[in-house]
């Protein structure tokens, strides 16, 4: 495995007290995760799942009822599920107006995932959806294209060399490394044929500027 084969995203679990004053903290949890995790895109649409879930065990099941956060990747969809352990109440989607006080909440959570569903088990209910996250893979990275084409580049300039198991100062110390390589074989070419390195240089600043933004 080379260095930027990938972002681990390993499953994480929280157990927790289906009250309301807890819905919060886990929305806190939830985007913290996900920022590790490269995942900004989809941190609104999680955290509503998480309080519409945490709502409906409330609502359903009943206050202080135990339950479990559990987050992972299904292959490249981000999965939420709550577990609680009532398997009488089942969560249904029903077909709430606009104007309801209740009742639409798993209508949004099936308005923002690409799938949701209820598992029952021996001992316990598992509540759960899967949102897209545009990525290729589990362990894919969100920055599209670009990135993409540059793993490709940055594998042929000794990154393979730069194991995940070394520390993280001396992996981004060598990915730096290759990526200026790249930079200046790509300016050496210019330059060899008859181009202005310098100008292409400065447009190239220009451009990503301008995308960063």
């Known amino acids: 495995m ?9 499953p994480w679990s929280l157990p927790f007290t289906a ?3 807890e819905v919060a903290a886990l ?27 945490v709502s409906n065990v409330i609502r359903h099941v009943g ?17 939420i599920e709550v577990h609680d352990s009532d398997t009488r109440a089942l969560p249904v989607l029903l077909d709430a107006g606009l104007d309801a006080e209740s009742g639409r909440g798993m209508s949004l ?3 923002v995932t690409d799938r949701w569903g209820v598992q029952l088990r021996a001992d316990q209910k598992v509540t759960w959806c899967e949102l897209p996250t545009g990525l290729s893979s589990a362990e894919g990275h969100p920055g599209g294209a670009r990135v993409n084409r ?3 580049l940055l594998s042929d300039y000794g990154c ?16 730096e490394e290759a990526a200026i390589d790249v930079v200046v074989d790509v300016l050496h070419w210019l330059r060899a044929h008859g181009h202005d390195a310098d100008e292409a240089l400065d447009r190239a600043q220009t451009r990503f500027e301008a995308e960063a933004e």
């Open 63 to 79: 206050a202080g009822t135990p339950a479990t956060l559990v987050v992972s990747m299904s292959g490249p969809r981000l999965r």
């Open 150 to 152: 540059a793993e490709v």
């Open 109 to 111: 959570v099936s308005a």
């Open 19 to 21: 009250d309301p004053q």
């Open 160 to 175: 393979q060399h730069a194991h995940p198991g070394r520390a993280r100062e001396r992996v981004i110390a060598l990915i």
């Open 2 to 10: 080379d260095c930027i084969a990938g972002v681990p995203r390993k």
């Open 27 to 53: 929305r806190r949890i939830m985007r913290l995760h996900l920022g590790l995790w490269g995942l900004h895109s989809v941190v609104d649409a999680a955290q509503l799942c998480v309080s519409e879930l």
